[in-house]
């Protein structure tokens, strides 16, 4: 166990649907990253919040949004979902702001979308 | 821009033996960050190794170690002794020190340790 607790660890929905992950950082973290990991596009990164504010966004499409609560946990919108938003979207926490020794990452959600 | 480039996407290796993983990159940036993370059936990131780019020792740690040339833009991974918990996918990853947040990952090599 990395510490980082995504929830739910399966999700099957239809496209055009709506769907939220959750993320609980490890304890003492302040920062989370989120993920996506895709047969064709690879791991790439989406966003990155710390201590409640949004830090740095990579490649995430409009119709995703992402917040981090005052108790640390982050949420993952996916909205209007579409089949190729089918991946493994894996959260990541770390103690600051920068990362430089790495993340810890949590076991990811797998979303299929049918 | 980061580019990120394994050119192996399978090896294998007999349990025991030594395996070299290869990992190419490119940037302008002269201080940065290079990781191996290992990704196992399970699924879960796990790092391995990291190293930093300013300094010339390579990175060790107990069976996995790194050859690190900054010039030809190079940072392999030495498995030695392979175990069978060594299969998994083994993605290498490099990260900016002016920002450290973001990873830049390859595609991935997948390793089998056969027994």
């Known amino acids: 166990d990395s510490g980082v607790t995504q929830t739910p660890k399966h999700l099957i929905t239809a496209t055009g649907q709506r769907v939220t992950l959750r993320c609980s950082p490890r304890?003492?973290?302040?920062?989370v990253y989120w993920y996506q990991q895709s047969l064709d596009q690879g791991l790439q990164f989406l966003i990155q919040?710390?201590?409640?504010?949004?830090?740095a966004k990579g490649n995430i499409l409009e119709r995703f949004s992402a917040q981090q609560f005052p108790d640390l946990h982050s949420e993952l919108n996916l909205s209007s979902l579409e089949l190729g938003d089918s991946a493994l979207y894996f959260c990541?926490?770390?103690?600051?702001?920068?990362?430089?020794?790495?993340?810890?990452f949590g076991s990811g959600t797998r979303l299929t979308v049918v | 821009a980061q580019t990120v480039t394994q050119s192996q996407p399978e090896m294998s290796v007999q349990e025991a033996e030594t395996v070299t993983l290869s990992c190419t990159y490119d940037t302008s940036e002269n201080n940065y960050y290079l990781f191996w993370y290992k990704q196992p059936p399970s699924r879960q990131m796990i790092l391995v190794i990291r190293?930093?780019?300013?300094?010339?020792q390579n990175a060790t740690e107990n069976r996995f170690s790194v050859n690190f040339q900054k010039a030809a833009k190079s940072f392999s991974l030495k498995i030695s002794d392979s175990q069978l918990g060594d299969t998994a996918m083994y993605f290498c990853?490099?990260?900016?020190?002016?920002?450290?947040?973001?990873?830049?990952f390859g595609t991935g090599t997948s390793l089998t340790v056969i027994p």
């Open positions: 990541a926490s770390s103690v600051g702001g920068a990362a430089g020794y790495g993340y810890t």
């Open positions: 190293q930093e780019a300013y300094k010339q």
């Open positions: 990853a490099f990260m900016m020190t002016n920002t450290g947040n973001q990873f830049y």
């Open positions: 919040y710390y201590n409640g504010e949004e830090r």
């Open positions: 304890s003492g973290d302040l920062s």
